[in-house]
């Protein structure tokens, strides 16, 4: 964490707020899935009623964690910006397996949405400027 002293870069604090929407668009996501247990040709489509509740879960699960290490970002805690990381890598490969595997779904397009996000996270979160700030 950074000693207060090292000013945070305005990209530092894009990430963050990018981070959050990348976790509220998982969130959603993972809401929309449960929505969609009427549905009986989208319960096939995901294999089973287990298999949609667990995507929606996990969806939500990893949503709600991104969205509360955010807020760590912002002072410039280094084991913030791993944790977002390692969620970011995991929403990407959860969302790109859905949007492919089930791109027949109603709610495909939301995957894709969700990578890019969490792309544009990635690549803010590593730039040069957030480096040193992390580095404090």
Same mark, same amino acid.
Request: no cysteine; hydrophobic share 55%.
């Given at each position: 964490?950074?000693?207060?002293?090292?000013?945070?870069?305005?990209?530092?604090?894009?990430?963050?707020?990018? #981070?959050?929407?990348?976790?509220?668009?998982?969130? @959603? !996501?993972? =809401?929309?899935?449960?929505? /969609? +247990?009427?549905?009986? *040709?989208?319960?096939?489509?995901?294999?089973?009623?287990?298999?949609?509740?667990?995507? #929606?879960?996990?969806?939500?699960?990893?949503?709600? @964690? !991104?969205? =509360?290490?955010?807020?760590? /970002? +912002?002072?410039?805690? *280094?084991?913030?910006?791993?944790?977002?990381?390692?969620?970011?890598?995991?929403?990407?490969?959860?969302?790109?397996?859905?949007?492919?595997?089930?791109?027949?779904?109603?709610?495909?397009?939301?995957?894709?949405?969700?990578?890019?996000?969490?792309?544009?996270?990635?690549?803010?979160?590593?730039?040069?400027?957030?480096?040193?700030?992390?580095?404090?």
């Amino acid at each position: 964490m950074t000693d207060g002293t090292a000013a945070r870069p305005g990209g530092v604090t894009l990430v963050a707020v990018i #981070a959050w929407i990348a976790g509220a668009i998982d969130m @959603i !996501t993972g =809401v929309l899935l449960f929505f /969609l +247990l009427p549905n009986e *040709s989208v319960v096939t489509e995901y294999g089973g009623t287990g298999q949609l509740m667990g995507a #929606a879960i996990g969806s939500i699960i990893v949503g709600l @964690i !991104t969205v =509360v290490v955010a807020g760590g /970002l +912002l002072k410039g805690n *280094s084991a913030a910006r791993m944790i977002v990381t390692v969620l970011q890598v995991l929403s990407i490969l959860g969302s790109l397996f859905l949007a492919v595997a089930y791109r027949e779904s109603p709610t495909a397009w939301t995957e894709w949405v969700g990578i890019l996000v969490s792309i544009v996270v990635l690549l803010l979160l590593w730039s040069k400027k957030a480096s040193a700030f992390f580095r404090g």
